[in-house]
């Protein structure tokens, strides 16, 4: 068990030592740490070898000039100049809370921007100010369309985050996939099969092989098969990826750039980088913040206390399992695995920062 | 077959004998016919006896006063008086419309109103504006949340367009569940099962009973079971419900108001009559529309030319079957069911109109 200032310390310092700024540094941190007390390791330490091999490679700008290329009181399109997409994320979603604190919403979309952990950070910076906050963002082109064979999506997340009053915040993160590229490589290390449902092979066909994207295979939307509604997974993916980068100028479908090894990077002149979208709305800009926080505690207690399947605790609200863990990591202290421990001490060592 | 201007004049007097005003009854016929162009038949005649039903029982105001009931430059909230849906979902989106034309974006929560028809009509009105359209709306509580047997929430559809420059439209109208509730009927009135992963038994286990939602019984999430993400199409469902009705102060999660005689009437003097969410987003607000809609051809090119899985004839855009069908229809006319025929003959009988 490692602690939240430990692990928080090392990450800051790896970011420091790269280039990145000292509040850059600990958006990073706060963003990455955020992921792992929530219990999403998929976008917590186990990606810095990621941003730091797009960072090998040019790909990232440790000192970014994020511009606004184009506003309304209400709306903008942010320029990230490919910073680490924590940076440019979480500066977009200031400065849609900016604009809906003055305008009543906010809406800004995101070009020329990397990888940016979990869309439920952004969606969350909203509650405080008495805002529903949404965020999403495209990625690696890991997803087949419904009857295609072709990879022309990501598994795009969708986060909202809703406050509530007494009850904790009402917070929905999910990919629009029925799985995580992460999950598939954990299964893959452990040498187990996937349940079907969740890849193709290269042809198309039903494949329960968790390493199946890395041999041309693809990883299909959420709702798995056509009989089964992957059209309106494919329909999410596709909004995510349209609002994120068409709106803004990012890379859209299969020009996403990829962060590893084994998708190509493909080149298009028209487009710049990942692309984000993100949102904040005043809820009094509808009705009294009071009256709906008080509602969302009603909605939240009806949901919370509804009759559990047989052999089920309880029945979940979005955002329950991960504030849950929260509380126990940052008591007990973050998990990490020994393999993880290695490889980001070899970056230490490589960087000459102190290792873990 | 039945031509569009027949089934379009059948409607329209029908609406206007049970006391719409010439306005209200041209928009209830445009919005049910245009569901029976696109192919979206469990949205079109045959919810005229439910509509029917729901005025016997003076569930339905023909003579509505549509107020504002909270609004800033860019948001409202709207009282549908008891509208029917489609008076109040078209009113609702024509005033989004407008706050977006001023405001860059216009967003607007509907309460009180009830089943609006397809949820795609509304996003769509966005298109001739250049602009974003969004739409969605909550519904009976037919659907159990992952590890629920209550069931909590409706079918809650999610419709949006992105306007294209010389390809037709992108239009995404979907439901977050795997199915419809009227494909369920249908199997049900062949005597056939249904695919396992639409629908669970009283107990919450997996069932293949079209008919089990009238024996206590519930639809799934999107995503089917826990394992391939049901709990992600629980959050979109449950955002659908916040967005619809926390929001505006319309019926919530059990409290919808069914329109099927099977689900009781559960009385909640807090919140009145179905929700709606309505959005409009103006391109030009982020980026010159021409630019958007020359790379959304793009986008949409891409995908539409992706290599198909064998067996397949080609991979769809959102909104292709429907706007295919409607080619045909236009054409070829509508098929309704006979025995639709018969029930709305009933009815026609009975208001003392012509019959079809």
New interface residues.
């Given amino acids: 068990m490692y602690s939240y200032q430990l692990l928080y310390a090392f990450v800051k310092k790896l970011f420091l030592r790269i280039g990145c700024s000292e509040d850059d540094a600990c958006i990073v941190a706060d963003v990455l740490l955020s992921a792992e007390l929530r219990g999403i390791e998929s976008h917590g330490l186990l990606r810095i070898p990621d941003y730091i091999n797009l960072w090998k490679n040019n790909r990232i700008n440790v000192k970014p000039n994020i511009t606004i290329?184009?506003e309304?009181?209400?709306?903008?399109?942010i320029d990230g100049d490919s910073a680490l997409g924590m940076i440019a994320g979480k500066k977009s979603m200031e400065i849609a809370i900016k604009k809906a604190s003055q305008?009543?919403?906010g809406?800004v979309?995101t070009r020329n921007s990397n990888h940016f952990g979990i869309a439920g950070y952004y969606a969350m910076m909203a509650l405080e100010h008495d805002m529903?906050g949404i965020s999403m963002t495209n990625a690696n082109p890991f997803v087949a369309?419904?009857?295609?064979?072709?990879r022309?999506l990501g598994t795009n997340p969708i986060a909202?985050a809703?406050p509530a009053d007494k009850q904790p915040a009402?917070v929905?993160d999910?990919?629009?996939?029925?799985?995580a590229r992460g999950k598939l490589d954990l299964m893959h290390k452990k040498g187990i099969k996937a349940?079907y449902?969740?890849v193709?092979d290269k042809?198309?066909n039903p494949s329960n092989d968790p390493n199946i994207i890395t041999q041309g295979g693809a990883i299909v939307p959420?709702?798995?098969d056509y009989?089964?509604?992957s059209?309106?997974?494919?329909?999410?993916g596709?909004?995510v990826?349209?609002?994120s980068a068409?709106?803004?100028?990012a890379c859209?479908?299969?020009w996403v750039p990829p962060i590893v090894a084994y998708l190509p990077v493909k080149e298009n002149p028209?487009?710049k980088g990942t692309g984000h979208f993100f949102g904040a709305?005043r809820?009094d800009?509808?009705?009294p913040a009071e009256?709906?926080k008080k509602?969302?505690d009603?909605?939240i207690l009806?949901?919370r206390n509804?009759?559990?399947?047989?052999g089920?605790e309880?029945?979940?609200v979005?955002g329950d399992p991960e504030r849950e863990m929260e509380a126990v990591r940052k008591k007990e202290g973050i998990p990490v695995m020994p393999l993880l421990i290695e490889k980001v001490n070899e970056i230490a060592a490589e960087l000459g920062i102190k290792k873990l």
Avoid: N
């Fill in positions: 290329v184009h309304t009181p209400g709306t903008a399109v305008c009543g919403t809406w979309s529903i369309p419904t009857f295609s064979v072709d022309l909202v809703f009402f929905a999910f990919a629009t996939t029925p799985i349940p449902g969740y193709q042809a198309g959420l709702g798995g009989e089964h509604g059209h309106k997974g494919y329909c999410l596709s909004i990826d349209i609002l068409v709106l803004s100028g859209y479908g299969p028209d487009v709305m809820i800009a509808f009705r009256e709906f509602m969302m009603k909605w009806t949901f509804s009759k559990p399947i047989e089920q309880k029945v979940l979005p």
